[in-house]
């Protein structure tokens, strides 16, 4: 087989062929970047939710001390004694704010974890986006190369 002469190569035609997949293979880079940003703002997010939900449980437990102590002063300023039924009130408010603190935690812990899984996801995206372009671009080189070459 002959090789082929510079005169005989279309450049133009090559060299469309290889920015064809350069602009494949930094299109999948950008996807990939993109991915790895949107993952971090994510886990970030995760992170100041839990510690949000953290800061709020914390002032549910503050407003639950304060509503048991009303209670007892109130109790107490009106002669009444700790009988059986205001021990019953006291572990009542107790037990509902308990389940408010275990809420607003659990809550901020889905909404974290929601988060954290969609970072996964934007990660893996942005790993498809870069194997996806690098393997729309390794036609594009192909072609380019066998019309200089020609194997």
Known sequence: MPKKKL???????????????????IEGIGAYQAGQSQSAQLEERAKRTEAAATIAAGEVRKEGDRVASDAVAANAASGGAMDAAM???????????DYNVLSTLYQGRVAAETDRYAAKVAKRRGKTGLLTGGARAIPSFISGANKVWDF
Do not use: W
Not at 7 to 25: C, E, M, P, R
Not at 87 to 97: C, G, K, L, V
């Open 87 to 97: 021990i019953e009130r006291m572990a009542r408010i107790e037990n509902d704010f």
């Open 7 to 25: 005169k005989d190569i279309d450049l133009l035609d090559v060299g469309s062929n290889f920015l064809t997949g350069a602009g494949s293979l």
